[in-house]
């Protein structure tokens, strides 16, 4: 069995992550920051675990991911205030890839987006400070010791899944949350992933094939 973290453990792809890793066997901890979340969480079969990342140090978050076997970063601001964007999808990000270095948990999941780190968004965009949260940890993430791992799904939409993804576009389409779920607990079990940013949409190639 393995112990798996997910930081941002109410989100939409989160929770659909946690049903599948607990389906095959997986012991997932779900991180919150709101109590009223929890029945949902454990409604995926994930145990709640109550904490607000944003708030806690290297040491505070170090105590969360000791015991697991990997961590998945799925957490976010939501947009819309850039001190807010840059405290999570930057900072806190940042904290908790040093606080897996520090108590030896070596694997870890980011779910990033298509264009990062690549997308440079002009100052009039009010997508520029996502888009630069988001590239920042990236760049920390693939230059770590960690065996570490990039997703960078295209436009989320709400579909059931085809279980069929495309590993090798050059732009942003869509692809399903569900899909993205699938993703994310096919590259916990492979290897082959590690050290990889993996951009996709929705496509033709089964996941497993696509990620290999």
Do not use: C
């Not at 870890?108 to 440079?120: A, I, L, N, T």
């Not at 770590?144 to 295209?154: N, R, V």
């Not at 090798?168 to 869509?174: D, E, V």
Request: proline share 4%; net charge negative; no cysteine.
């Amino acid at each position: 069995m393995t112990r798996i973290l997910i930081i941002g453990g109410h989100g939409k792809v989160a929770l659909l992550t946690e049903r599948l890793l607990a389906d095959r066997g997986d012991e997932v901890d779900a991180v919150i920051r709101n109590p009223e979340h929890a029945e949902a969480v454990r409604a995926a079969g994930a145990n709640a675990v109550l904490a607000d990342i944003e708030q806690l140090d290297v040491d505070g978050l170090a105590e969360l991911i000791a015991g697991h076997d990997a961590v998945v970063w799925s957490a976010g601001a939501g947009g819309g205030n850039p001190e807010r964007t840059y405290a999570v999808d930057r900072d806190a990000a940042i904290r908790s890839m040093r606080a897996a270095e520090q108590v030896g948990v070596r694997r870890y999941v980011m779910v990033s987006y298509f264009g990062s780190p690549d997308r440079v968004e002009p100052d009039t965009s009010p997508f520029r400070h996502y888009a630069a949260a988001k590239a920042a940890a990236d760049r920390e993430l693939a230059g770590s010791e960690l065996a570490w791992t990039i997703l960078g799904p295209s436009t989320l939409e709400n579909g059931p899944g085809t279980g069929l993804i495309d590993t090798t576009a050059g732009r942003s389409g869509a692809v399903d949350r569900a899909d993205v779920a699938a993703v994310i607990a096919e590259t916990l079990a492979q290897p082959a992933t590690i050290g990889r940013t993996i951009r996709f949409n929705r496509g033709s190639t089964p996941i497993a094939d696509a990620l290999v």
